[in-house]
């Protein structure tokens, strides 16, 4: 066998190692370099910044500077790029870069192609701003159109508008009339005569564009203390017609109902950006709550527009707007409640006069529906009417009367009505002028209807605090209201009191609290005849209400008339049944007829039941007391309460009377 030397086998795997080496030169054809070039520039494209990439064909300043400028109007947004498969053809390559944009929920796609020159060992990519956006030419930029939804309205019962689209006038600042170094001054007096923080407005508006709008108020008119006059003295301030969303009047119903605007600086923040500056929002009530629901979503529309100060059109361009990529706006959905408008206003007008914070809630027995939730001027905007938390005083004396039927009494259960009782060295009265006849012992009815005090108290060591408690849900009070669509405070009954707090209760006082939305729920509940779960929202999710179209406008219809939702409340471990129904309307009955609010015996149509009450606040002596009544008339239930009132029947009941007589 022929032995290879040392010298033999070193040159032969010298050999080899070039023959591999020529073979790997040959096979390197550049693609290597060429995705690499590709790869740099999608990062630099999404970067935003084509300082890394060699270009041919621009400066890479020149083309920096105008891929901002292309991309100027889509704010701090990047892309992501990347670069699909290189193609070589000798010194040349062509690759597809595929953009991806989030704009907002939408997102935007779409592919660009990049031609490569190799220039020794070195690639480089051809300029051309058709890289950045399909076909864009040279003195071309994108602009990012913002498509508004039609914000849905608010209907209410009979879908009756209530907030729909209204002429206004948006008074604001154009910085494109007036001089940049009187901006600021225009600003603060602009501020001053619609009675904004001028230091904020001021600091508003120059933070805008140099041809924006600057919205100060909006205005359903012209005022005496805003007119064009006033306006037109002012450099840069205008005027401009428009439409928005609004009820038929400032007030109506606004605490319930809530207000539209512009955007906070707040809302914007707290949105994390699905709001911005311009946006219409919904703030308070039913707007704020439903916003996103009324609002829809806004669409947009990204088209190639001739430069700022491009004076032709780019060769190539039409020098008309291009589409280039579009989302069509989703309009909001409109709300549909059961607000009676006639009913609604006609509370309003009959607290329009009350001081101190007051309340008119309607209700319809029947269906549960919310037709008015009125507060007066003296709640300062605030929903008194849902919202508010207040003892219920001799009111509540329904949740008692029920609780001591259901240990085996009746109405004509004799009782003692004595002019005093003390409890735990605590004193307890009956009101002032209560009729001596109807002291001793006497019918629970007659004890009712002049409101006695101590009768009730005495009942205390056979009507437990729990009983209170169950007796109050029974009736659809401090328990949930699932199915009423809106923010409110349905009664806090605590389900456990001794001695003097648990006498107090007795007579609505102590920690028992209801709002005159709970009050009105007490009483229909009664005319129903079962616990009524209030309705005010039809269609919260935004599809049809329960069961299919909106209740009838009016107060009264026949109790056989369709309804929208059935009025029982759910999920209470010992409704009201129609027997105890019956002892109830009998003893409110007896309210009108013996007791103190024969005033209402002249309302015409269906027989009134009521229950006044006067709940003691506060540390003064006397002490001050708010005023409450509730009644039942026909298919209608309704509470009265004003803070600070005096007595119910002199104070609450005229204006219930007035109310009822009105809504006919």
Request: aromatic share 4%.
């Amino acid at each position: 066998m022929a032995r290879v030397g040392k010298t033999t086998k070193i040159l032969v795997t010298g050999l080899a190692a070039l023959m591999l080496a020529g073979s790997l030169a040959a096979c390197d054809d550049g693609r290597a370099g060429a995705e690499g070039a590709a790869k740099q520039l999608a990062s630099s494209l999404a970067a935003l910044d084509l300082g890394p990439v060699a270009l041919d064909g621009t400066e890479t300043a020149a083309a920096n500077e105008q891929l901002k400028a292309v991309f100027a109007d889509l704010g701090d947004i990047k892309p992501a790029v990347q670069a699909g498969e290189v193609k070589l053809d000798g010194s040349k390559a062509t690759v597809p870069l595929d953009y991806s944009w989030k704009l907002g929920s939408a997102e935007w796609k779409y592919s660009s192609q990049a031609e490569l020159k190799k220039s020794g060992d070195k690639w480089s990519v051809q300029w051309n701003p058709a890289l950045l956006a399909p076909e864009l030419k040279d003195g071309e930029v994108l602009d990012v159109t913002t498509v508004g939804a039609k914000r849905g309205g608010i209907l209410g019962a009979g879908d009756t508008p209530i907030v729909q689209d209204r002429k206004v006038i948006r008074v604001g600042l154009d910085k494109t009339k007036v001089d940049a170094a009187k901006v600021d001054s225009s600003a603060r007096a602009l501020a001053g005569l619609v009675g904004l923080d001028a230091g904020e407005y001021a600091k508003q508006t120059a933070a805008a564009g140099a041809q924006a709008f600057v919205e100060a108020i909006v205005l359903r008119g012209f005022t005496p203390e805003i007119t064009e006059a006033k306006l037109k003295a002012i450099p840069g301030a205008v005027a401009l017609p428009g439409t928005m969303p609004l009820a038929p009047t400032r007030t109506f119903a606004r605490p319930v109902l809530g207000s539209v605007g512009q955007a906070s600086a707040e809302q914007i923040e707290k949105s994390k950006g699905a709001l911005k500056a311009g946006d219409i929002v919904g703030t308070g009530g039913l707007q704020e709550k439903y916003d996103s629901l009324l609002r829809g979503k806004d669409g947009l529309v990204v088209a190639a527009v001739p430069a700022s100060g491009q004076d032709a059109p780019a060769e190539g361009a039409s020098g008309e707007p291009r589409t280039l990529f579009e989302v069509p706006a989703s309009d909001g959905t409109s709300l549909k409640t059961t607000l009676d408008l006639r009913l609604q206003q006609l509370a309003e007008t009959t607290l329009a006069d009350i001081g101190p914070a007051s309340a008119i809630v309607a209700i319809r027995p029947s269906t549960g529906a919310v037709l008015a939730a009125a507060s007066g001027p003296g709640s300062n905007g605030y929903n008194t009417a849902m919202l508010g938390q207040y003892a219920p005083g001799s009111t509540f004396k329904i949740v008692d009367s029920l609780a001591m039927f259901r240990d085996g009494m009746t109405p004509d259960s004799k009782v003692e009505c004595t002019p005093t009782l003390t409890v735990d060295g605590r004193t307890f009265k009956n009101a002032e002028g209560y009729p001596a006849s109807s002291l001793g012992s006497v019918p629970l009815r007659e004890a009712f209807a002049h409101s006695c005090n101590t009768a009730f108290i005495s009942a205390r060591d056979k009507v437990s605090q729990q009983q209170l408690e169950s007796a109050a849900t029974s009736l659809g009070v401090a328990v949930e209201a699932p199915k009423l669509g809106a923010d409110a405070f349905l009664g806090s009954v605590p389900g456990s009191a001794e001695g003097t707090e648990h006498a107090a209760s007795m007579i609505g006082q102590g920690k028992v609290l209801l709002s005159p939305l709970a009050a009105a729920v007490m009483a229909a509940s009664v005319g129903h005849g079962a616990p009524v779960s209030p309705q005010l929202v039809l269609n919260p999710d935004g599809g049809s209400p329960d069961g299919g179209a909106a209740p009838a406008a009016g107060a009264s219809p026949p109790s056989s008339a369709p309804s929208s939702a059935s009025a029982t409340a759910p999920a209470i471990a010992k409704p009201l049944t129609k027997a105890e129904a019956a002892a109830l309307s009998d003893m409110m009955r007896a309210v009108v007829t013996s007791g103190h609010a024969g005033f209402l015996a002249q309302v015409p149509g269906a027989p009134v039941g009521a229950k006044t009450g006067t709940a003691e606040f506060g540390k003064e002596n006397p002490p001050k007391t708010h005023a409450w009544i509730v009644a039942v008339h026909g298919d209608l239930a309704v509470a009265v309460f004003v803070e600070d009132g005096g007595l119910g029947a002199t104070t609450s009941g005229p204006l219930l009377k007035e109310f009822l007589t009105a809504a006919g």
